[in-house]
T-cell receptor, first 106, second 114 residues
Framework: EDQVTQSPEALRLQEGESSSLNCSYT??????LFWYRQDPGKGPEFLFT???AGEEKEKERLKATLTKKESFLHITAPKPEDSATYLC???????FGTGTRLQVFP | DSGVTQTPKHLITATGQRVTLRCSPR?????VYWYQQSLDQGLQFLIQ?????ERAKGNILERFSAQQFPDLHSELNLSSLELGDSALYFC?????WGSGNTIYFGEGSWLTVV
């Protein structure tokens, strides 16, 4: 069964404390992996799509990487405004993980 | 603002009733997707339409149905509502279909079944 698993479920960071979120997938023939950011009560906002192992994409303090089995979202020197739930999913399978809820404290 | 418009934003209805959620995709987008998000289930894919035709189907209940009209707007119909149908329903759109297309989400319709 196609599945996307994210860890940790929740992450609390101090402002400036870098960390990584994990997304592992067991999806047959995966063609592309999404990362989205979702604020409470809002629609998910697109961040990145990664297509091949070794690919990396960056946006401000976020960098997404992809291997054959998993993806990481690295957050460097986070700020309180980075607090949100981060979702990953299969781009062609249209399935998402349950997300990592990130809280960054000043 | 993603450009995807959903109405209504909030809806409260009783068990057994039927509701219709409406979605206008971004200008030029031909694909429309419907997702359900509840606290314990995460973001669940329901169904996708491309240019009026059903393209992919996910975990959509038989009590739910959707369609995409010639002007590309879409409606999700939920009938015989149960308490467990209370959730945030998202519509999303993309230019085409397939992994090369970025999917843009609307702000959602909050459905509460009492």
């Amino acid at each position: 069964e196609d599945q996307v698993t994210q860890s940790p479920e929740a992450l609390r960071l101090q402002e400036g404390e870098s960390s990584s979120l994990n997304c592992s997938y067991t999806v047959s023939g995966l063609r592309g992996l999404f990362w989205y950011r979702q604020d409470p009560g809002k629609g998910p906002e697109f961040l990145f799509t990664l297509y091949s192992a070794g690919e990396e994409k960056e946006k401000e303090r976020l960098k997404a990487t992809l291997t054959k089995k998993e993806s990481f979202l690295h957050i460097t020197a986070p700020k309180p405004e980075d607090s949100a739930t981060y979702l990953c999913g299969g781009a062609d399978k249209l399935i998402f993980g349950t997300g990592t809820r990130l809280q960054v404290f000043p | 603002d993603s450009g995807v418009t959903q109405t209504p934003k909030h809806l409260i209805t009783a068990t057994g009733q039927r509701v219709t959620l409406r979605c206008s995709p971004r200008s030029g987008d031909l694909s429309v997707y419907w997702y359900q998000q509840s606290l314990d289930q995460g973001l669940q894919f329901l169904i996708q339409y491309y240019n009026g035709e059903e393209r992919a189907k996910g975990n959509i209940l038989e009590r739910f149905s959707a369609q995409q009209f010639p002007d590309l707007h879409s409606e999700l119909n939920l009938s015989s509502l149960e308490l467990g149908d209370s959730a945030l329903y998202f519509c999303a759109s993309s230019l085409g279909w397939g992994s090369g297309n970025t999917i843009y989400f609307g702000e959602g319709s909050w459905l509460t079944v009492v």
